[in-house]
Structures are given as structure tokens and as C-alpha cells.
């Protein structure tokens, strides 16, 4: 078992890590949260996760004291939208929630913002717990304490601060994850790596998604280790006034990429993977990237397999890069690339730059796309 540390206000709180954890989540739950005052435990799941893991995790709480409840939402980040925490908000006070109750995020990226969020504001605030069961989630959207929706006009631009009580990672779930998640979840890992975990980078520089699927303790090596390095960053800046915004490497043009098309084209990481590749390829124009770098980069990102194809407009992208809230007064910031390791925040990419970085991610079509 690994526990990795997030050092946060107003608490700081642990994520657990290990094969089958699911089946003790109720008893680690109860440590933080005991079950005599938190009784009611609300778990929000999507379809696909309460049929296949459901009974597991409602078995695990009620033997730990809990009173389980499962209410489902819709699956898909089309979903990631307010209306979705007024419908759970109503289920739950139908269901008797009260202040002492307890909201479990039981699903992926986008189950986990929304649960938090509703957390956040059900009755001004109550606890709240994360499970995630893609790895997208469990290597970087359940750590940190980010919640949001979006808005027509952009991702995530609805959101609160919302620490968890504990994130319980149980990498055995995502056997029944569809191997196009998977790797959309690498690509968080991957940018973990160039982040500040070069030994993570370069086991993905030499293992493919099956030898790390099938391989139960690199698996959790890897989990641990993207963790590791988001809990470092969020603890020294929880806010994100400065060093937090190196997460948003490959989020720039990734956002953008995915607001295009409407949030159908591109599954999350998979847009971020084309956002590296661009940040990268800007870092070599500008030449803040040392050498070599930009293509170990795409290498590591195209050896993940099939990604769908970037057909935007440059122009679009730019103007929805401008409207994103990473933009501060009118100043894009870039997170780019120096070495693997070492990313740095650049605020005068010219427009000329971000354009033809488009445009050439857009050129990369080869096998490694998916048929469209
Ligand atoms: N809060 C943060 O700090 C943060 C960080 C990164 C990403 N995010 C957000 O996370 C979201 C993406 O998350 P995601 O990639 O997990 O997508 P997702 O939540 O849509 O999950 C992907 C799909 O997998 C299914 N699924 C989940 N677990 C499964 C399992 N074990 N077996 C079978 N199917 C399963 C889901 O139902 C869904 O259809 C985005 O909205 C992104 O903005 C948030
Ligand atoms: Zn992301």
C-alpha cells in the first residue's frame, strides 16, 4: 500500500494506493470520517462503474458502519454541466441528506468535479471523498481539490476549491475501463514526467499501454509517482497564483482542441497529448527547449498509439486560447518545455507561433491517428 501526503488548507489529506482497495474503502473512509456521526455515505456514479463495481463498494461501506446510498448521473463531459449538480442536489435532499452526510465521487474526471462541486455547495459545504476508477482520474483529477462544470463558452469555467477527505486508488477497477481511456490517462502521466518526474517519463519512453496494464506494481509505481508530483505542486500552491500553473502543460491548445469540437472529438488526455506536442514545438520556435527535447516529446506521445486526428483552424484556436481563464489580462501563458523535468511559464508566445504550432500538429497524421 502507498499513501502519498497532499499537504493542503484548511487539512491535509491522504491518497491510498493499491490493488483491490475497493473492498477495504468503507474502513479507510471511517478512519477520517467516522461512520457514528457521517452515517449517510451518497456514492454519485456514473452507469458503466455502479454496474461493474457498485455492490463492491456498497458492501465495503456498510460493513464499515456507513449507510450506503448509490444515486447515478449521466456519463460523458457533455454532462459536466451545472444542470447535472441541481438534478443530484434535489436527489440527495429526496434521498434525506443532511449536513453530516457524506458525498463519495464513485467515476472518472468528470464524475469526481462534479461530485465535488456539489459538495462544495450542497447545505454551504459538506465532506467529500474521491474514488476514482479511470486513470486519467487516478493519476491527476482526483488530487488536488479542483471542481468545476462548463459553460458553452469554455471548460471549466464554473469551479470551486473543494479539498477531499481521502482519495482511495484501487488501480484493480480499470480492468473494465475501455483501452481508449487508458491511454487517454497515460497522457496525464506523461505530463507529469516532463513536469518534474523524469524517470516516469522515460519508463513511458520504453513500455508500451499493454506491458503497463498488465503489470500490477508499475501500474501503481506509476500512479504513485504522477501523484507524488501533483501533491508537490498543489501543496506549494493551492490557488494557483504561480507554480500550479505548470499542470497546465499541454492544456492550452488541449482546452482549445476540445471546446472546438465541442467536447466530441478529443477525450480529454487525448487533447492534452496533442497540447504537449504543440507546447513542445512552440518551446523549439521560441528556443527555450534544450535539444532533443521536442522530439523525445512527440515520440513518447505518438507511442501511445492512435490519436484522433487535429483538423481546427489555427484561428480558432487562438481566439479560444484568448477567452480561456488561464488568459489574465489579455496575456496567454505558455507552460513549456526546457528539459524532461523542468517546464517553464512563458507569457509573449506571438500569435504567428501558436499558429503554425496548430498547423503542424494538424500535419501529423501517419497510423498514429485514429480512422475518423
Ligand atoms: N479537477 C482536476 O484537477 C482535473 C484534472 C484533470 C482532468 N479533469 C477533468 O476530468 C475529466 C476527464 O476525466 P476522465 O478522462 O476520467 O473522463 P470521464 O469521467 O468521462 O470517464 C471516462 C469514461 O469512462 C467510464 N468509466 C469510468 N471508470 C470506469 C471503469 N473503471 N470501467 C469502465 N468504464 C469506466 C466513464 O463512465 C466514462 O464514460 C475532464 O472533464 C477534465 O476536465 C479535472
Ligand atoms: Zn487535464
Not at 267 to 284: D, F, P, Q
Request: some cysteine; charged content about 25%.
Amino acid at each position: 500500500m502507498i499513501r502519498v501526503r497532499i499537504k493542503v488548507e484548511p487539512h491535509a489529506y491522504e491518497a491510498v494506493i493499491r490493488h483491490g482497495l475497493l473492498g477495504a474503502a468503507g474502513e479507510q473512509i471511517a478512519e477520517v470520517l467516522p461512520a457514528a456521526k457521517h452515517r449517510r455515505a451518497f456514492v454519485i456514479t456514473v452507469a458503466s462503474v455502479k454496474r461493474r463495481w457498485g455492490a463492491k463498494l456498497v458492501k465495503s461501506l456498510s460493513a464499515a458502519g456507513f449507510r450506503p446510498a448509490l444515486i447515478e448521473m449521466p456519463e460523458g463531459e457533455r454532462h459536466k454541466r451545472l444542470a447535472t449538480i441541481e438534478t443530484l442536489a434535489g436527489k440527495l435532499i429526496a434521498a434525506g441528506a443532511d449536513r453530516d452526510s457524506i458525498v463519495i465521487a464513485f467515476g472518472g474526471g468528470v464524475a469526481g468535479d462534479v461530485t465535488g462541486m456539489l459538495a462544495s455547495i450542497f447545505m454551504r459545504g459538506i465532506e467529500f471523498v474521491q474514488i476514482p476508477t479511470t486513470l486519467l482520474a487516478q493519476v491527476d483529477a482526483s488530487i488536488g481539490g479542483k471542481t468545476g462544470v462548463n459553460l458553452r463558452g469554455g471548460k471549466n469555467l464554473l469551479g470551486t476549491f473543494q479539498q477531499p477527505r481521502i482519495v482511495l486508488i484501487d488501480p484493480a477497477v480499470l480492468a473494465t475501463l475501455p483501452e481508449r481511456e487508458f491511454r487517454a490517462g497515460l497522457f496525464e502521466s506523461l505530463k507529469a514526467g516532463v513536469i518534474g518526474k523524469p524517470q516516469l517519463f522515460e519508463k513511458f519512453e520504453q513500455l508500451s499501454p499493454k506491458q503497463l496494464r498488465s503489470d500490477a506494481e508499475l501500474l501503481e509505481w506509476v500512479i504513485a509517482e504522477s501523484v507524488r508530483l501533483k501533491a508537490d505542486i498543489v501543496a506549494r500552491d493551492e490557488r494557483e497564483d504561480g507554480l500550479r500553473r505548470v499542470l497546465n502543460f499541454g492544456h492550452t491548445i488541449g482546452h482549445a482542441l476540445e471546446a472546438d469540437t465541442n467536447y466530441r472529438h478529443f477525450l480529454h488526455g487525448e487533447a492534452v497529448a496533442w497540447g504537449m506536442v504543440a507546447a513542445a514545438k512552440i518551446a523549439k520556435q521560441v528556443g527555450c527547449a534544450e535539444k532533443h527535447v521536442v522530439a523525445r516529446i512527440e515520440q513518447a506521445v505518438l507511442r501511445f498509439g492512435p490519436l484522433p486526428v487535429v483538423k481546427s483552424d489555427g484561428k480558432n484556436i487562438l481566439k479560444l486560447i484568448q477567452g480561456d481563464k488561464k488568459t489574465r489580462n489579455g496575456v496567454v501563458h505558455f507552460v513549456l518545455p526546457k528539459k524532461i523535468g523542468r517546464v517553464n511559464i512563458v507569457n509573449d508566445v506571438p500569435a504567428q507561433v501558436i499558429l503554425r504550432a496548430v498547423r503542424e500538429i494538424g500535419q501529423i497524421k501517419s497510423n498514429s491517428c485514429l480512422p475518423q
